[in-house]
């Protein structure tokens, strides 16, 4: 028999569908039935299902969570250790919470974000140009682009997390 979800089930559910550029489009619809049309659309690009192992120091850990599409929303299920249990959330539900934490600092951030990682994909050139030697052209060109990519991504990531945190913190890396 399924278990009662728990507290930060929805803090979970609502943070880890997202990723930084989809939290951005989804905010920016003001109209709830855009919203709704948005996340259908969204989980019909995942094949109708969109799966996440939870981590070490999530709620849980190594509990695989899972949506799949409910009627005006999803169905967020936490399956692991032989227990599971899930709950509906709506596409309205969900603006709300999110609206709860967005603060207009942490939108500007995140658009900010957004929008300067999707200027630098953008600017990604996949021709050859010319270069003496694959070192010379890693050296160049992939390593300083791939550094401020990450750079990009993590900065993105940030400004997510500060309007979805995550459940439990997460230790410090250094």
């Not at 990531?157 to 230790?171: G, Y």
Request: with cysteine; net charge negative; glycine share 4%.
């Amino acid at each position: 028999m399924p278990e009662r979800p728990s507290d930060s089930d929805t803090a979970m559910a609502v943070r880890d569908f997202f990723a930084p550029a989809e939290l951005l489009e989804f905010v920016d619809l003001a109209d709830p039935q855009a919203q709704e049309q948005w996340g259908r659309d969204a989980l019909a690009a995942r094949g109708g299902r969109h799966s996440v192992r939870r981590l070490e120091f999530e709620p849980d850990p190594g509990s695989t969570a899972t949506w799949t599409p409910w009627p005006h929303g999803f169905r967020y299920e936490v399956t692991g250790s032989g227990k599971s249990r899930s709950h509906n959330l709506t596409w309205r539900e969900v603006a709300s919470y999110i609206h709860e934490r967005l603060t207009p600092q942490r939108y500007g951030r995140l658009n900010a974000a957004v929008e300067a990682l999707l200027a630098h994909e953008r600017a990604y050139l996949p021709s050859f140009i010319p270069y003496r030697s694959a070192q010379e052209w890693n050296t160049s060109f992939a390593a300083p682009w791939s550094r401020r990519q990450s750079e990009l991504e993590l900065s993105a990531a940030c400004a997510k997390d500060a309007i979805l945190p995550a459940a439990q913190d997460h230790p410090t890396l250094f």
